[in-house]
């Protein structure tokens, strides 16, 4: 019971942080949006039973990545956006895509999942995750990490080219 | 009464209780502050508001209600004042999750020493967050923005190159600092802090930091992180006063001011008890001699809490010390350090420990 008040109040919480974060007009306050909703995001998975992968979405999204958002828009001296008229690409290209997300995410809440995961139900502490990366998904994760290695030298040779 | 009803009773007296010790403790860490400065460059400190400027905090506390809270014109005005309240609340998140003690039994109930704490009477053990440390690590790397967001809406040039420097160097070493805590985590098995310091039982020879596991290079790569973390000398660019007048918070006045300074207080002894807990063997004596009484008595509980505020006190004094002895960073020498010392050094710390641990399961 206490789980599924939680649950929908955070949901809330969440779309409304991402509703402001298109309606804001300044950066600044776009990117704590962006942080509110990870923030609520992290309280869902805590509710799903991940405790682990919701401290470090909280660590790592809204703690590392958000700051650096933040940082650079303090840096840029960002000021607010003017308001648009919308483009014509959006609008021919972007209505059938958005109906073609809200179609897929209905198609598979209708069909419903193949695993059965409730809320409150379910326990996945620090090791099953650690042995589903390093058994079952080693692949995937030794290549992404090989990606993020190539994207960092990448940066460096990109903001060494001017020397 | 339902367990559920005493449950929540007890949590609320825990919070009251320990987060005002926190902030009376976190009062008297200043006075102790100017003291020991004092002393150590050959003056007197407070003298004048009561015995050895003893009341010296309360004046200051009242003399921080009673300021005027001025606001500065051209400030964004939710931002500015959201940030203090960001930057306290989530320094004393941190106290949430910090055990320091095991267990002390009042009126027949078993309360253990620590607020997200909980006494589970079927299996007749205490249930805390699994996670304990990622929560301390995720309230420190939310809590910069209490600090980002003040110098941004502040709009003075002297705030904002404050909160730049600030999120910079926080960012930088707060990857050392996690990597630091890497090694005692794999020797322990375990993120839960009740866990680690469950480990580290039976005398100085268990802790972390000596026998139990050799972390000495870990240590000193944390607390100089959390050195940086914490925004003290000398790594206290952020308000460094011969540069940027006071910093991030440079236009902030009365109580808001006094929250900036009890959540950089607050974060001190944050660092201070992960250190303890993680690498000092938290609430045990060192030697089991030391304990007071038989355990599950009242005096063995306050023993331990005894044991940890001593260790705590420990690490408040050298954070002082510190102060009194270092002259103040660079801005490129601490991100020269932050990356090409610290982080290879912490990197060399987990992959060494990784092996040593690995080579122990084998056997």
Known sequence: MVHQILFFIFAAVCVAGAINLLLQRHPIHSALSLIVVMGSLAVLYLLLGAPFLALIQVIVYAGAIMVLFVFTIMLLNAGEEERSHGSRVALVLGTPAAAAVVGIIVYILVKGSPVDIQIGKFVGDTSSVALMLFREFLLPFEVTSVLILIAIMGAVVLARREH | ?363
Request: glycine share 10%; aromatic share 14%; charged share 10%.
């Open chain 2, 1 to 363: 009464m339902s367990q559920l009803l005493v449950d929540i009773i007890l949590l609320l007296l825990k919070i009251v209780i320990i987060t005002h010790v926190l902030l009376g403790a976190v009062a008297y860490t200043v006075w102790l502050e100017r003291k020991v400065i004092g002393r150590m460059q050959n003056r007197w400190g407070p003298t004048r508001v009561g015995p050895f400027g003893l009341l010296q905090p309360i004046a200051d506390g009242l003399k921080f209600i009673v300021k005027e809270d001025m606001l500065p014109p051209g400030v964004n005005k939710p931002l500015f004042v959201a940030a203090p309240l960001i930057a306290v609340a989530l320094a004393l998140t941190s106290l949430a999750v910090i055990p320091f003690g095991e267990t002390i039994t009042l009126f027949g109930r078993v309360i253990p020493l620590q607020i997200a704490g909980f006494w589970d009477k079927t299996a007749g053990a205490i249930y805390d967050p699994g996670v304990g440390l990622l929560i301390i690590l995720g309230a420190t790397s939310i809590g910069v923005y209490g600090i980002a967001l003040s110098g941004w809406s502040s709009n003075s040039k002297y705030s904002l190159l404050g909160s730049l420097r600030a999120s910079a160097q926080m960012i930088s070493y707060e990857l050392s600092l996690g990597l630091a805590l890497v090694g005692v985590i794999m020797m322990a098995q375990t993120l839960s802090l009740r866990g680690i310091v469950g480990q580290q039982a039976g005398g100085i020879g268990h802790w972390n930091f000596f026998g139990g596991g050799w972390q000495i290079l870990g240590f000193f790569i944390y607390m100089i992180a959390a050195y940086a973390e914490t925004n003290r000398i000398p790594f206290d660019l952020p308000e460094a006063e011969t540069e940027l007048v006071a910093g991030y918070h440079t236009e902030y006045s009365a109580m808001k001011f006094a929250m900036f300074f009890m959540a950089e207080y607050a974060n001190m002894f944050t660092a201070a008890s992960v250190a303890t807990l993680l690498f000092f063997g938290g609430w045990h004596a060192p030697h089991p001699a030391l304990e007071f009484g038989a355990p599950g008595t009242i005096p063995f509980a306050l023993g331990q809490v005894f044991w940890f505020a001593a260790k705590i006190f420990v690490f408040i004094f050298v954070y002082i010390w510190v102060r009194g002895t270092l002259p103040r960073f660079r801005y490129d020498q601490l991100m020269a350090f932050g990356w090409k010392v610290l982080l290879p050094l912490a990197i060399l710390n987990v992959v060494v420990t990784a092996a040593v641990v690995a080579v122990r399961m084998a056997h």
